[in-house]
């Protein structure tokens, strides 16, 4: 399956579906950074930068079409700024649109936060099913954290899959039975729907600062301040000011991590705070590749 990667960043997308079997056909991502990493690992490929410039005609033949438009207006770390879909960055989700109307590829893949749900009272996302959904897709949605698929950190992000002319979708995004996990926060067995058990990394010598701040306890919702040693990071933000991973007996400053160059700041900190958890969409891509196989076969 050949796949058309918008707001690329810097390849998660790409990888977790190159995982899975699949082939990287087309890239588009406007930021400097990611453009260097995708031209360094996808020479090959075809890469633009600006999706208004983006014609239809440039677009090779893929069955398949994924991206993250961008967040900034539907973020919750943007409380009393969010401008919703009506925001110049967000608002790309519209030009991705006209570009997918004219193509109508098998599968459609898009990520974002979960402030996406509720985004002007929740008619920001009516927007985004209503468009899909007169373009012939069946749509599924759900929020999956990548701590459940073998990552250290807490990231919870709404992807939505298309699937066009069929219901393919809802087999991708949900199990007919729920999977028995045990995380390390619970004395037993919990219920929960992802097919992968999380790999603990139960470390005790490994902390976690977000915001350089100790006090508050990681209890205290998402967007705690404060440290943890459970083997779990905070969601890495894009603010590079967030996180620094540390073991206990090393002499720390802001943003440097153990095991890992100080120049992790800036924009590859920013870049890392915004990109996919590779992990979920691997988990999503296999079974993307499942169901086309057994709609192809029929």
């Not at 301040?225 to 002499?251: H, V």
């Amino acid at each position: 399956m050949k796949v058309a990667s918008f707001f690329s960043g810097i390849g998660g997308f790409d990888i977790g579906f190159e995982k899975a079997g699949m082939q990287i056909v087309f890239q588009c991502e406007l930021n400097q950074f990611g453009r260097d990493i995708l031209k360094k690992y996808w020479s090959d490929v075809e890469l633009f930068s600006d999706i208004n410039k983006v014609k239809v005609e440039d677009i090779p033949d893929s069955e398949l079409w994924c991206g993250g438009f961008p967040c900034q207006d539907l973020s919750l770390a943007n409380q009393g700024k969010r401008k919703g879909l009506k925001g110049d960055r967000s608002g790309l989700f519209f030009r991705f649109a006209e570009l997918l109307e004219r193509r109508k590829p098998r599968w459609i893949v898009i990520e974002n936060v979960p402030g996406l749900l509720n985004s002007h009272e929740g008619k920001d996302f009516q927007i985004l099913l209503k468009t899909l959904d007169e373009f012939g897709y069946c749509i599924s949605w759900r929020v999956l954290d990548a701590k459940y698929f073998g990552t250290p950190q807490r990231r919870r992000r709404v992807f939505i899959v298309g699937s066009f002319g069929n219901i393919g979708s809802t087999k991708v995004l949900f199990d007919s039975e729920r999977t028995p996990i045990i995380t390390e926060s619970s004395n037993g067995t919990k219920q929960a729907s992802s097919s992968n058990t999380r790999k603990k990394d139960q470390a005790t010598n490994i902390f976690v600062i977000q915001h350089a701040s100790i006090g508050r306890k990681h209890t205290a919702g998402p967007q705690a301040k404060g440290y943890r040693n459970d083997g779990e990071a905070y969601t890495l933000d894009s603010r590079g000011s967030s996180d620094a991973i540390c073991q206990a007996n090393d002499s720390f400053r802001i943003r440097e991590a153990s095991r890992f160059p100080r120049t992790l700041d800036g924009v590859r900190f920013r870049s890392i705070g915004n990109a996919v958890a590779v992990p979920v969409v691997y988990w999503i891509a296999k079974r993307i590749a499942e169901v086309d196989l057994q709609l192809t076969n029929r």
